[in-house]
Structures are given as C-alpha cells and as structure tokens.
C-alpha cells in the first residue's frame, strides 16, 4: 500500500482521494444540529422534572421530538459528509474511533453506577432501610428463575453477537449477501430479546414503585440495558439499510464498525447482569 506524507507530516494511503484542504483533517461546516441539540436536550430533562412532579408533558413531548429530529438530520449530515471525496481522510477516520470508544468507556461507567448501588445493597444488606433481617435479596421478594426467560436472553444476545461478527466478516471479505444476512438477523434477535424482556417484566413478581431497594436496583440496571438494546438494534437496522443501499465498502465501513462495537458492549453488560443479579442474586423462586 502506498504511502504519501501530507503537510501535517502524517502518512496517509496514496490511494485516499485527495482532502479538500492542505492537510488530512476535516473541518465542519456550519451546522445548527449542536444548538439544537442542547436546548432539545435541555427541554427533554426538564420535561421529565415536569412530568414527575407536576404531571405536566408537553414540555417533555417537545424535548423528545426535538432530541430525535437532531440525531436524525445531524447523521444524515455526518453520512452525506463521508460520501464526498477526501473528507472522512484516515486521519478523520481515527478520530471517530477514538470518540466511540471514549462514548463506549463513558457507558460503562454509567453501568458501574448500577452495579455498585446493587452490590452495596447485596453486600451489606444491613444498610437496606427497614429490613427486619440482614439478607439478600430483602425478604418477601421473590426473585426471576435465572434459567427461564433470563437464560434465553442470554442465549439469544450471545447469538446475536455471532450473527454480528459473521456481517463484519462478510463485509470485509466483499460478501454483500452474506452482510446482509447476518445484519438482518442480528436486528431479528434483538427485537426478539426486546419483546422477551416485556414479557419478562409483565411478569415480574415485585413492582418498580414502593418495591424497595431490590426493584429499584432490578429495573433501572436492566430497564437502562433494555434502552440500549433497543438503541443498538436502531442502530444496527440503519446500517442495514445503509448497507443495502451500498453505503458500506470494505475499507470504509466504519458507521458499521462502530454499530458492531457498541453491540458487543451491550452483549458483555447482560452477561454481567445474569451473572451478578440473576444467578448469583437469585433469592426464593418466584412461581408463575
């Protein structure tokens, strides 16, 4: 592979179209996404106080739709940027790479959140605030059976992460067909895990509000790996889509590497969550 220096003094492939610039970088045009992206940010966390203390939704209805109309025209941007010649340089691309993995590090720690706040409690749970008894999981709660529903989640993401990797694959190895396949089936997957993981909470055996420290645990760790399945098979069906379109080539691909990336995150946090809270949190079986 051949090899040019630019004026910045990187290295880039010869065979790169050439930047619009004298150097590999890309600056960014004018574009109001960011602004519109705080204030709809802004309206939605508000809204959410609104709604919560004084029933009031339409200002949390205005953040929401604001918030995805941004997401969607701000991509749409970024996607029509990387089909113009010599914008999405090597260089440019590295830097995305490094901005997902820093938002994939910034998830994890929102998780460690949840996994602390549950193993303070599972620890010690002498500090659970009227406990009659210092166990857990707190008495009168009756927990999932862990080899059910929560077993084949398990089953069914670890399977979605092989479907995945065989798309990555195939796409590198120019096997559109077979990128095609592994993605639908991924996206497939993931809506099956979603509809088992309603089903699941329909059938829980405690309730979210006034509950107690287990619930409260239980829903917001698994509730917020839930949006992130659902977030991940979004954004894996976008890729399918840009895939089916030709979007994708396999050196430049990396809308889909990133949408690999954070599903495989999304896979490792529930082995987590089945481990430590379903298995290894497992009180009195509740029976259906």
């Given amino acids: 592979m051949a090899l040019d220096t630019t004026t910045a003094g990187m290295a880039i492939d010869s065979s ?53 109309a941004s997401m969607f025209f701000w ?12 914008v999405h340089t090597p260089i440019v691309r590295i830097g995305m790479r490094y901005g997902m993995s820093l ?44 080899f059910g529903l929560p077993f084949l989640n398990t089953m069914i993401l670890l399977l979605s992460g092989c479907t995945v990797t065989w798309a990555h694959h195939s796409l590198i190895e120019g096997d559109r067909k077979g990128m095609l396949q592994g993605l639908a089936l991924t996206v497939c997957l993931g809506l099956f895990f979603t509809t088992l993981q309603a089903v699941e909470y329909s059938e829980a ?18 509730g917020f790996h839930g949006f992130h399945v659902i977030v ?16 994708f080539t396999p050196k430049r691909h990396f809308g889909f590497e990133a949408a690999a990336w954070y599903w495989h995150f999304v896979d490792v946090v529930w082995l987590f969550l089945f481990i430590c809270v379903y298995l290894w949190g497992a009180g009195e079986i509740a029976q259906h």
């Avoid at 991940?232 to 979007?247: K, P, S």
């Fill in 16 to 68: 790169e179209p050439p930047p619009p610039h004298k150097h590999p970088y890309h600056l960014v045009d004018p574009s109001p996404w960011p602004l519109v992206s705080a204030f709809s940010a802004g309206a939605l966390l508000f809204g959410i106080v609104l709604w919560s203390h004084y029933n009031i939704h339409w200002m949390f209805g205005l953040g929401l739709v604001g918030t995805l």
């Fill in 75 to 86: 991509w749409r941007d970024v996607v029509r940027e990387s089909k113009q010649p010599g």
């Fill in 205 to 222: 055996p405690f309730a979210f509000a006034g509950g107690g420290v287990y619930p409260s645990t239980f829903f917001l760790a698994t």
């Fill in 103 to 146: 938002f994939i590090a910034s998830e994890v720690m929102f998780f460690v959140a949840f996994f602390w706040a549950y193993f303070h409690f599972a620890l010690y749970p002498e500090h659970v605030a009227g406990a009659e008894t210092a166990i857990w999981p707190p008495k009168g709660i009756h927990t999932f059976d862990p």
């Fill in 232 to 247: 991940g098979t979004i954004f894996l069906a976008v890729c399918l889509i840009r895939g089916w379109r030709g979007d």
